[in-house]
């Protein structure tokens, strides 16, 4: 088998084929979740490494190890621990409540503050996390409201994604953006890559709010007709009257059951129109009921620990603007990031470190620790230097004076349509390569 394939990879097929070929299996098996990303991560870069074996290319493992980006994934892995013990404190649920208690129990102010909320702590936390931690409270929040969750988890989803794009750290794909050596030595570090993006973000997210308005304002401004136990109360009279009408009347016997199901019916009608005249409150007295409840379901667990992250998170912060900015600071940011997480674990004294490591993300940091290796194989392979080649080529067919209007529309729309189809962290990945 090696001895007919060899020759095959020397001549027969060009090795920006086969690093094709490769690629876009992985991009398959990613797209259509055949199997885990991470294992096809790994699969991809096994591959890689067998082909360049067949050219007598084969890498150390020393080399291997040198292809992963290990600023990356240190700085993914200190926010992950980061974010894993402030979730600890309870300060999402408390926000989503003084949100609504700030918005009085209006639902579109309430949508507004949601969304901002997760526009903003998605700009320096994990956005996935933002959302998994906001969710349960915002569904408590409609069933308050009585409202559909949907658009509003929506709203907060999208939210989320632009809030994530503003900052270096706020998603995985500006992760890998801003931790690449090549930007980096191009004067680009966290203060100018946010910089940059955060002026765009506040223009996306007023169109983006525009559009969701537009769209959801049906569903958002007109709530339920009948709050969800009178609703199910309603729902209930209708199966025990159905239920008695179908019931065939020949023998004494289902005279009776028919009779006794039509008493309940009348049972439950007695209910509803009790809770339907319990119901009839002002607005303000019912607004203050769930502010009360609310308040005492979702509270702060932990105020001494919610001081130590939020101070702890300040500084990290502070740093990676400090680092880019002042060229004394010989700090990276993973290592900033693997710092500051070093120093909330002290300051939480946590006596059992598992709750918090079954939070972290490990099959991410293994698809990245794959990703990289992938791609360095099929850079070896000639594939991106092929991919490059081509883009230039194709942007000098325009004028000198248009190729960089050009270059930007190519990059954005590929980046736009590709996304959408395939995992952005490896089309990310691919592109910086």
């Known amino acids: 088998m090696l001895q007919f394939l060899y020759p095959i990879l020397h001549s027969h097929i060009p090795q920006v084929v086969v690093a094709t070929s490769i690629l876009v299996g992985v991009y398959l098996l990613i797209t259509f979740d055949i199997i885990h990303r991470t294992l096809a991560a790994f699969m991809g870069s096994t ?16 080399e291997v190890v040198e292809w992963v980006d290990l600023d990356t994934i240190c700085l993914l892995f200190g926010m992950m621990t980061l974010v894993a013990i402030f979730s600890q404190t309870g300060f999402f649920d408390y926000s989503a409540v003084k949100a609504y208690k700030l918005a009085k129990g209006k639902i579109g102010p309430l949508i507004t503050i949601l969304c901002l909320l997760s526009a903003v702590v ?16 915002s569904i408590r929040l409609c069933q308050v409201l009585n409202v559909d969750p949907l658009p509003v988890l929506i709203a907060e989803v999208v939210f989320s994604n632009i809030g994530g794009t503003a900052t270096a750290v706020g998603d995985p794909p500006n992760v890998i953006i801003v931790s690449n050596k090549l930007i980096q030595s191009q004067g680009i570090g966290f203060a100018e890559f946010t910089l940059h993006l955060s ?19 049906t569903c958002v401004r007109l709530p339920n007709k009948d709050r969800p136990h009178i609703a199910e109360l309603k729902r209930e009279i209708a199966i025990w009257e159905r239920t008695a ?8 016997e289902e005279t009776a059951v028919r009779d006794a199901l039509r008493t309940k019916a009348s049972e439950v009608r007695n209910q509803l129109h009790r809770e339907e005249l319990l119901s009839v409150q002002s607005a303000t007295d019912m607004w ?14 932990d105020p001494v620990l919610l001081v130590k992250s939020a101070s702890v998170l300040a500084v990290v912060i502070l740093l990676f603007f400090l680092a880019s900015v002042i060229p004394g600071i010989e700090l990276k940011l993973g290592w900033i990031a693997i710092f ?19 939070k972290i993300e490990w099959s991410t940091l293994l698809f990245f620790a794959g990703l990289f290796v992938l791609m360095e194989g099929l850079q070896e392979l000639g594939l991106i230097q092929y991919i490059g080649d081509q883009m230039v080529s194709m942007i000098k067919m325009v004028p000198p004076e248009n190729q960089m209007v050009v270059a930007l529309i190519v990059v954005v729309w590929v980046s736009a349509l590709a996304s959408s189809f395939i995992d952005n962290i490896p089309f990310t990945t691919a592109t910086v390569s």
């Open 340 to 358: 500051g997480a070093v120093v909330l674990l002290i300051l939480a004294d946590t006596q059992n470190l598992d709750p918090i490591l079954h």
């Open 288 to 301: 203050q009921t769930n502010l009360a409840q609310l308040e005492k379901q979702y509270r702060i667990t």
């Open 122 to 137: 998605s700009a320096f936390l994990d956005n996935v996390t933002t959302i998994l931690l906001l969710t349960p409270v």
């Open 47 to 62: 591959a890689t490494i067998a082909a360049l074996s067949m050219l007598h290319k084969r890498p150390t493992l020393y």
């Open 245 to 252: 009408l179908q019931m065939p009347v020949v023998s004494l």
């Open 199 to 217: 002026l765009g973000i506040l223009l996306c997210m007023v169109v983006a709010y525009a559009v969701l308005a537009c769209i959801y304002c």
